[in-house]
């Protein structure tokens, strides 16, 4: 069942969850794809208010059916019938008519999409007695994307550059195609060295490999089953076309220790096989396990063994770091890894680290556009001497993804500056 873009604000709701336990972002397989239709700010004509006024309200989506969907915070404006009769509104918003007195009203069909507005970012709660409705998505603030040179940037020229996470799903079902995967590395090559990839299905490989030798970037490619490696190493070998030169790092699983999903012995054992099956290729480069930081402090031989340790370390999901701690939390956490590894100066790689632009708050750590955009500043301030040794959350919105309490219903909202991949759009 489909939800619709429906938002419901009650009287009076609940705060939403703080202080929850410690969880960590998970990048799922496709398998758990479901569309997710995303926000809007929402205009709302209403009699009884004098002057236009913009809040934050809590709202419920719901289904065709009115059954709740989830909550989100989004950003209303009431303007006064004068203004609203008056002016014509704003194309990034939707208008509904609110009465005057009554504390529920009916739906009302759903208007024509208008323009997609710019996301804002939620900071409190609000009590309302309106049903607005609304059927776009925000775009992103960030600044216009780049287009790609005529010639390749050279790799090298990049190689000083924070890496970025991207993955080829379309939120409404399927895999991007060669040419979509190409237009989202128009937007992003410029501004980042290694993309780093998951898998190898959705002939993603070879798609990225095109899109990265024309657009001059490095590959960070994963083998996301860890029972099929043989298979996920020759599919490799056919995506490159044998041109190791393009591949920075191949990972070997992701968080599959601290998901539960493999034992460490068996995470190591994935990683030799890989690694031979790699040499006997002709790749060279690092080959690795990737984990969470809490994973591999507790098994520093996952460092130990792999080319240079992968860790991916999330400042959101702590509910005592806040959006302008995100770097310091990076960089103790690293520092803390190193403390328990054999070989203290060996190269740590952040592997995901980012903050979500929308979401259920987390304590301290606290979704929305300004919040995202602080702790990406102070993360990329903490790596100012070494960009090339983190590796941001994530290019764009992974609207395939499904939404969880467990990761406070900010799964498909890390795209950073709130950016949608052109075909989600």
Not at 6 to 16: D, G, K, M, R, W
Not at 317 to 334: E, I, L, Y
Request: proline share 8%.
């Amino acid at each position: 069942m489909r939800p619709t873009t429906v938002f419901i604000t009650f009287l009076s709701l609940f705060q939403l969850s703080a202080g929850q336990q410690r969880h960590h972002h998970v990048h799922r397989h496709r398998a758990n794809r479901a569309f997710i239709p995303t926000s809007n700010k929402i205009t709302i004509t209403d009699s009884t208010r004098s002057t236009a006024t913009e809040v934050p309200e809590v709202v419920v989506y719901v289904d065709q059916y009115n059954h709740p969907v989830r909550t989100a915070t989004e950003t209303v404006v009431y303007v006064p019938v004068s203004v609203a009769t008056h002016k014509t509104p704003a194309p990034s918003t939707s208008t509904v008519v609110v009465p005057p007195v009554s504390s529920k009203a009916a739906p009302v069909p759903l208007p024509v999409p208008p323009a997609p507005p710019q996301p804002v970012s939620a900071s409190s709660q609000h009590s309302s007695s309106s049903i607005p409705i609304s059927s776009t998505k925000p775009q992103p603030t960030s600044s216009t994307p780049s287009t790609p040179s005529a010639s390749p940037t050279s790799v090298s020229d990049n190689s000083a550059l924070h890496g970025v996470t991207y993955s080829p799903y379309k939120g409404s079902g399927g895999c991007k195609t060669a040419d979509e995967v190409d237009a989202d590395f128009a937007l992003i090559a410029k501004d980042y060295g290694v993309i780093r990839l998951y898998g190898v299905d959705c002939d993603q490989v070879a798609s990225a490999y095109a899109a990265a030798k024309k657009h001059g970037n490095k590959l960070f490619l994963g083998i996301f089953d860890i029972n099929s490696v043989d298979e996920a190493v020759s599919t490799m070998i056919a995506g490159v076309n044998h041109d190791w030169s393009m591949v920075d790092t191949i990972s070997v699983g992701n968080e599959l220790i601290n998901n539960g999903g493999a034992t460490v012995s068996q995470s190591l054992d994935a990683l030799s096989r890989a690694r031979s099956a790699l040499r006997a290729a002709g790749y060279q480069g690092p080959v690795v396990v990737v984990d969470t930081f809490v994973a591999m402090l507790a098994h520093p031989e996952l460092c130990d063994q792999s080319d240079y340790c992968a860790v991916n370390v999330h400042p959101f999901f702590d509910p005592n770091t806040g959006a302008d701690q995100a770097g310091s939390f990076v960089t103790s956490t690293v520092s803390n890894i190193r403390s328990k590894i054999s070989d203290p100066d060996k190269r740590v790689v952040v592997t995901e680290t980012g903050w979500p632009w929308q979401g259920e708050s987390n304590g301290a750590a606290v979704p929305g556009m300004d919040q995202q955009s602080t702790a990406l500043s102070s993360i990329r301030s903490a790596y100012s001497d070494n960009a090339s040794d983190v590796i941001l959350f994530t290019a764009f919105n992974d609207m395939w993804k499904k939404a969880e309490s467990g990761t406070f219903m900010a799964e498909q909202f890390w795209g950073m500056g709130g950016r949608y991949s052109p075909s989600d759009q």
